[in-house]
């Protein structure tokens, strides 16, 4: 669609700089060939730039850009709520888990798991993970941005989606296999300043075109007042979507179960602050990442509003031709999902089209590469080294790295077309990850903070989770299914508590982790932070409550 020379020679520019930086990464890092540490953890050099960078390019991809932008046409600015409530929960992770974690010295999440309960429990959920990066958040992660590729520059019928796909397994693949984490995070810090600068210019220029008579900011206050119920961060309880956002529990609910899972216990989140030169750069890294996590409403959700009201066609606003058509399904439903690629097709220029397709495709391939090298350093160091290979030597370690990363990409690049057109497809990965997320943050925080937590009271707890979440799900229940997650959790951790009193033979668990004043102690900068974000927050809420 009006995709210009100029344009494929701006993103063809993209392609060959990230994969050039991140070459140039990986032969200046000595002993990346043999060094596990340096594969898997940047050899612990990560300043608090580089992680907050890092942690925000991972995190935003096409399941944001696409995903989320078609939440914010159905359901306005209360899908905002996973962004903004993020930025407390990096707080309370670089305050009470990043120091446990660092001072084990751990490559992986699992790892914790086996030193705090048992090998079992670890290999349990090392293969769920596993499971999880590949068959969940890569092949989503793929078809999203296979599909907005396919808007971009094609006609939007799907025939570009195989296409995309492979090109964005092989860009992945090019600068991340052979550098490892350091390649990631290093190339991490251009494309989280291309994928903020090109989501602004996304949105400047739709609020510009929203109006007959242009201006961002007179485009702001058209769509405010006009979709107006589009702007409240509480839904009521007639809202057709409180089920997907169940008003006031978003705050004090479900909503804090799926983020301190994903940012507290999530390997290919967690990894690059384990990779940190030190703890305070950890935790300094990840109140960055917290304030840059309260711009990305302003990126991803604003411009699935301006979709909403340029569908809609209130009094005032530029009528498009064609638009009832773009997002029109076979069923006579409507697709979200097409809301940015759509607006980048129709309204960005000739030259920023390709600055701002780079910029989505540097989400896109920041996070590709930040999971498959979390899988394959799972994989490795949590099955492939203890189960085996036992002996396997650092250069060892590190190629089967590399060949876990490839076959990763490789299965995931198959199925991903084969997920079809679901509606909302960021609240349907929200929701179906949440069948297991509550029983794994149930065990954490009690093996973390509850010193009688024992080995079997967890596997118990693991196990009956999933049997919980979906009687939950049951139709005679009618929950929200955030809801359902916070129940989930609790009853989870009640079962814990319960047979963990009834089998320890001791007053606390020998295995149990020990907390001090100091060892949760965090410098000016971090404290500082930390309550601006508050206070920011705060004031949020309070404009679009």
């Known amino acids: 669609m009006n995709f210009s020379t100029i344009d494929y020679l701006v993103f063809l520019g993209y392609i060959l700089g990230i994969v050039t930086l991140g070459l140039y990464v990986s032969r200046s890092k000595k002993g990346h060939e043999t060094n596990s540490q340096d594969y898997f953890l940047a050899g612990k050099t990560l300043p608090w730039w580089a992680i907050g960078s890092s942690l925000i390019a991972a995190n935003i991809s096409a399941e944001q850009f696409i995903g989320m932008s078609g939440s914010g046409f159905a359901i306005g600015l209360a899908i905002a709520s996973y962004e903004w409530m993020s930025a407390i ?39 769920f993970w596993v499971a999880l990066f590949v068959f969940v958040n890569l092949t989503s992660v793929m078809f999203l941005g296979g599909k907005a590729i396919d808007t971009i520059i094609g006609n939007g019928d799907g025939s570009l989606i195989m296409y995309a796909i492979t090109g964005l397994v092989i860009i992945t693949a090019a600068y991340s296999l052979y550098g490892g984490l350091a390649a990631v995070a290093w190339t991490d810090v251009v494309q989280v300043v291309l994928l903020i600068i090109g989501g602004l210019v996304t949105t400047f220029i739709a609020l510009d075109y929203v109006t007959p008579e242009g201006g961002v900011i007179n485009g702001f206050f058209h769509i405010f007042n006009v979709a107006d119920e589009k702007f409240h961060m509480i839904l009521s309880r007639d809202n057709p979507e409180f089920f997907n956002l169940p008003g006031i529990a978003v705050l004090i609910g479900g909503l804090w179960v799926a983020n301190l899972y994903y940012w507290g216990f999530n390997q290919y989140i967690i990894q690059r602050t384990l990779a940190a030169k030190s703890l305070k750069e950890s935790q300094r890294g990840i109140a960055f990442a917290a304030f840059l996590k309260m711009i990305i409403p ?83 160091m949590d099955i492939y080294k203890p189960y085996l290979n036992k002996t396997a030597s650092e250069k060892n370690l590190v190629k089967t790295g590399r060949i876990v990363a490839s076959s990763a990409l490789v299965i995931a690049a198959f199925l991903a077309p084969f997920l079809g057109n679901i509606p909302q497809m960021f609240q349907y990965i929200q929701e179906y990850t949440g069948l297991v997320s509550p029983g794994v943050l149930a065990v954490f925080l009690l093996g973390l903070f509850w010193k009688k937590t024992t080995n079997k009271a967890a596997i118990v707890g693991i196990l009956s989770s999933i049997i919980v979440a979906f009687l939950l799900k049951l139709p005679a229940v009618n929950l929200p299914w955030m809801d359902q997650m916070m129940y989930t959790c609790l009853i989870t951790m009640v079962i814990i508590a319960g047979v963990s009193m009834v089998t320890s033979e001791n007053v606390d668990d020998p295995k149990a982790i020990q907390l001090t004043s100091t060892l949760i102690k965090t410098d000016s900068v971090f404290n500082i932070s930390a309550y601006i974000i508050l206070v920011i927050l705060a004031v949020l809420y309070s404009v679009f409550w």
């Open 298 to 380: 302003l990126i991803v959700v604003i411009p699935g509003i301006v979709a909403y009201v340029l569908y809609t066609q209130p009094e005032g606003t530029n009528i498009i031709a064609g638009v009832k058509e773009a997002f029109a399904k076979s069923d006579g439903g409507i697709n979200f999902d097409k809301s940015y690629p759509w607006l980048i097709s129709v309204f960005v220029p000739v030259g920023f089209k390709g600055l701002v397709l780079a910029a989505l495709t540097a989400a896109i391939v920041s996070s590709l590469g930040s999971m498959v090298n979390s899988t394959s350093t799972i994989f490795t």
């Open 89 to 127: 929960t990096l707080i309370i992770v670089g305050k009470f888990f990043l120091p446990i974690f660092i001072e084990k010295k751990l490559y992986t999440i699992p790892e914790f798991i086996e030193q705090r309960f048992s090998t079992n429990l670890k290999t349990i959920l090392a293969v």
